[in-house]
């Protein structure tokens, strides 16, 4: 298997702005998890799906975050009006439904100045 | 609501010498716990991973970690360590869902460093 793919690798952008992070899967798995990873924290669960459905949100997931997983595969997570405390590395993982266990991709580390 | 505390936030060892890195979790049914590494600049990678039987797991790199259910408990062990080692060790509580896992529960993570 190709591991979990992330992109950007890194992303600068400044207070006020929108971005967006896509996470490609391992192939044929059917869940993607998004977490957040911030400075000398274990990273915090935000949100998954089960092919297309989003099946959970954390409450860290604020009005701001939206992800998506329109056709199963890829996912985008968009944060719009950025603020400076959303800079944090962003995990994405995947995992099938056979083996429980989530691969996580290297992370998208956000600085928003 | 589920919870992982690793009591340790820095461990030093010699190099050679044994390592134990405490977790304890808390979770109101069957937990699936897991360990996770993550080196600087690296992505997490699965160590070890229990779900059920056999309460002594065996990993990748030579860890070992015991489920003690009775004490909350996911400890991870290694007879001897090495300097590549050196790095965050994250515990994770988890649950299934539906066939699968849903969303992990991490602890804030041990790091580890090696000494010469």
């Known amino acids: 298997d190709t591991g979990v793919s992330q992109d950007p690798r890194h992303k600068i952008t400044k207070r006020g702005q929108n971005v967006t992070f896509r996470c490609d899967p391992i192939?044929?798995?059917?869940?993607l998890y998004w977490y957040r990873q911030t400075l000398g924290q274990g990273p915090e669960f935000l949100t998954y799906f089960q092919n297309e459905a989003q099946l959970e949100k954390s409450r860290l997931l604020s009005d701001r975050f939206s992800a998506e997983r329109p056709k199963g595969s890829f996912s985008t997570l968009e944060i719009q009006r950025t603020e400076q405390g959303d800079s944090a590395m962003y995990l994405c993982a995947s995992s099938s439904l056979v083996r429980e266990t989530q691969y996580f991709g290297p992370g998208t580390r956000l600085l928003v100045l | 609501a589920q919870s992982v505390t690793q009591p340790d936030i820095h461990i030093t060892v010699s190099e050679g010498a044994s390592l134990e890195l405490r977790c304890n979790y808390s979770y109101g049914a069957t937990p699936y716990l897991f360990w996770y590494v993550q080196s600087p600049g690296q992505g997490l990678q699965l160590l070890l991973k229990y779900f059920s039987g056999d309460t002594l797991v065996q990993g990748i790199k030579g860890f070992e970690a015991e489920f003690k259910r009775s004490q909350s408990s996911f400890n991870l062990r290694k007879p001897s360590v090495h300097w590549s080692d050196a790095a965050e060790y994250f515990c994770?509580?988890?649950?299934?869902?539906?066939?699968?896992?849903?969303?992990?529960?991490f602890g804030k993570g041990t790091h580890l460093i090696i000494q010469p």
């Open positions: 994770a509580v988890g649950r299934l869902s539906g066939g699968g896992a849903d969303g992990l529960t």
């Open positions: 192939s044929e798995h059917n869940r």
